[in-house]
């Protein structure tokens, strides 16, 4: 089976570090979605698909995508992707390392004149993190004509309302219904990814094929009490928010620790109004649950309002609980898993099947056609974090497992 030029891993490290030279901050990475650091990182890719002699469009919700033509103009593209955004003090592997397979997988083609029957489309998903406005996949709803247009109207922590921050990145949010694709239009969707766990590490595989992806729910609760005098209002007559805070946290891990699969987070907390003497009035958190099972997840998200609930009527607070994001798990399409087995066997003496705790844009494209995800292993499992790493052997070995993965599935569908 065809490989990719020896150089291609270098050269997709190289690009990695470019890409990760744009960030919001000084301090390690962050480009959350529609900020002037995306639109940087848009036009670099995009240069780089022109250069790959791809045709390049944007559409109105950001998500940039390259095409390059198939010898059947009737037969449906194979589409490659992952996204361009990233979290907080991010690693510079998460969502990048994947455009830039689709990438690598189309300079190989045109380097050697090849033309499938399908046409081969790289998108660089505009929002998959969700950091931004505390609701993931915005780039691929989009695409799969899923998207709420009432999240227009959500503000960031500066106050910027999605609307504005698109027409500030030069997009007319009315026509976010116009990247909606139809159902014909794609074969398949596939995505190479960084595994994020420690699995591919401990067995000593670069690479493996996801079977399942773990549903989520995410949740931001805002506890009202009464802001006070440190000094003076007596301990038995507070309505503290932020002690009533952190017992719920506490009782999120005991509730989320045991199930096989479940986990649950505390990522971001907010005290108002912040000063060490003012007993705080008011407290915003978030919480993520997850799940591989998503009874299990249900479950323990019930679990979790109702301990709030009981915390908040102990403690006088007021309670909102705002679910932001509810995604059930997903299995990855049976023919494309053994599509990806095929080619990761050509590559390596075992193929390894995993699931996924973590979210990828493929939960939502397999709402519209057949979606895959090809897992790379990282360092220690560690992501969401600058201390991600890879190899460049495993870089090439991501992306030329999908390209033997793109070949196998234009030859099985060819028109
Ligand atoms: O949070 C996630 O699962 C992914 O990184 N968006
Ligand atoms: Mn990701
Ligand atoms: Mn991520």
């Given at each position: 089976?065809?490989?990719?030029?020896?150089?291609?891993?270098?050269?997709?490290?190289?690009?990695?570090?470019?890409?990760?030279?744009?960030s919001e901050s000084e301090h390690g990475l962050t480009r959350r979605f529609a900020t002037p650091e995306h639109r940087r990182a848009n036009d670099l890719f995009a240069d780089w698909m022109?250069?790959?002699?791809?045709?390049?469009q944007e559409d109105a919700i950001g998500n940039v995508t390259g095409r390059y033509e198939g010898t059947t103009d009737s037969a449906p593209c194979i589409m490659l992707g992952s996204h361009l955004d990233t979290v907080v003090m991010a690693g510079k592997y998460d969502g990048m390392l994947g455009v830039l397979c689709g990438l690598a997988c189309v300079e190989h083609l045109a380097a050697s004149g090849q033309r499938l029957s399908h046409a081969i489309e790289v998108i660089a998903f505009a929002d998959e993190e969700g950091v931004r406005y505390h609701s993931t996949f915005l780039g691929s709803r989009a695409v799969t004509g899923e998207f709420d247009l009432s999240l227009l109207d959500r503000l960031d922590k500066d106050g910027i309302s999605m609307r504005d921050a698109l027409i500030a990145f030069g997009k007319n949010p009315e026509e976010i219904g116009a990247a909606a694709r139809?159902?014909?239009?794609i074969a398949a969707y596939l995505e190479?990814?960084?595994?994020?766990?420690?699995?591919?590490e401990q067995q000593g595989l670069g690479v493996g094929v996801v079977t399942g992806i773990a549903g989520a729910t995410r949740m931001m609760v805002t506890l009202t009490g009464e802001a006070g005098h440190a000094g003076t209002v007596p301990m038995t007559l507070r309505?503290?928010?932020?002690v009533g805070a952190a017992d719920c946290i506490a009782a999120i891990e005991k509730i989320c620790t045991g199930p096989v699969d479940l986990v649950g987070t505390v990522g971001a907390i907010d005290a108002k109004p912040g000063a060490g003497n003012v007993i705080p009035g008011s407290v915003g958190f978030s919480i993520d649950i997850?799940?591989?099972?998503?009874?299990?997840?249900?479950?323990?998200?019930?679990?979790?309002?109702?301990?709030?609930?009981?915390?908040?009527?102990k403690r006088h607070l007021a309670v909102d609980i705002d679910t932001v994001h509810d995604e059930p798990s997903e299995a990855c399409d049976p023919a494309l898993i053994e599509h990806i087995s095929g080619a990761i066997a050509s590559c390596q003496p075992r193929v390894l099947t995993l699931t996924s705790g973590a979210g990828h844009d493929v939960m939502v494209m397999s709402h519209l056609t057949a979606a895959g995800l090809i897992f790379v292993r990282c360092a220690g499992g560690i992501s969401h974090n600058p201390a991600e790493s890879i190899t460049a052997e495993d870089a090439w070995l991501g992306a030329t497992v999908m390209l033997q993965t793109v070949l196998s599935l234009a030859d099985a569908t060819a028109h």
């Amino acid at each position: 089976m065809p490989t990719l030029s020896p150089n291609a891993g270098e050269l997709l490290m190289q690009r990695i570090e470019q890409l990760a030279a744009i960030s919001e901050s000084e301090h390690g990475l962050t480009r959350r979605f529609a900020t002037p650091e995306h639109r940087r990182a848009n036009d670099l890719f995009a240069d780089w698909m022109k250069q790959a002699g791809m045709s390049v469009q944007e559409d109105a919700i950001g998500n940039v995508t390259g095409r390059y033509e198939g010898t059947t103009d009737s037969a449906p593209c194979i589409m490659l992707g992952s996204h361009l955004d990233t979290v907080v003090m991010a690693g510079k592997y998460d969502g990048m390392l994947g455009v830039l397979c689709g990438l690598a997988c189309v300079e190989h083609l045109a380097a050697s004149g090849q033309r499938l029957s399908h046409a081969i489309e790289v998108i660089a998903f505009a929002d998959e993190e969700g950091v931004r406005y505390h609701s993931t996949f915005l780039g691929s709803r989009a695409v799969t004509g899923e998207f709420d247009l009432s999240l227009l109207d959500r503000l960031d922590k500066d106050g910027i309302s999605m609307r504005d921050a698109l027409i500030a990145f030069g997009k007319n949010p009315e026509e976010i219904g116009a990247a909606a694709r139809q159902p014909g239009d794609i074969a398949a969707y596939l995505e190479v990814h960084i595994e994020q766990g420690p699995v591919l590490e401990q067995q000593g595989l670069g690479v493996g094929v996801v079977t399942g992806i773990a549903g989520a729910t995410r949740m931001m609760v805002t506890l009202t009490g009464e802001a006070g005098h440190a000094g003076t209002v007596p301990m038995t007559l507070r309505r503290d928010a932020l002690v009533g805070a952190a017992d719920c946290i506490a009782a999120i891990e005991k509730i989320c620790t045991g199930p096989v699969d479940l986990v649950g987070t505390v990522g971001a907390i907010d005290a108002k109004p912040g000063a060490g003497n003012v007993i705080p009035g008011s407290v915003g958190f978030s919480i993520d649950i997850r799940a591989a099972e998503d009874e299990t997840r249900n479950t323990a998200v019930e679990a979790v309002k109702d301990h709030i609930k009981s915390v908040c009527e102990k403690r006088h607070l007021a309670v909102d609980i705002d679910t932001v994001h509810d995604e059930p798990s997903e299995a990855c399409d049976p023919a494309l898993i053994e599509h990806i087995s095929g080619a990761i066997a050509s590559c390596q003496p075992r193929v390894l099947t995993l699931t996924s705790g973590a979210g990828h844009d493929v939960m939502v494209m397999s709402h519209l056609t057949a979606a895959g995800l090809i897992f790379v292993r990282c360092a220690g499992g560690i992501s969401h974090n600058p201390a991600e790493s890879i190899t460049a052997e495993d870089a090439w070995l991501g992306a030329t497992v999908m390209l033997q993965t793109v070949l196998s599935l234009a030859d099985a569908t060819a028109h």
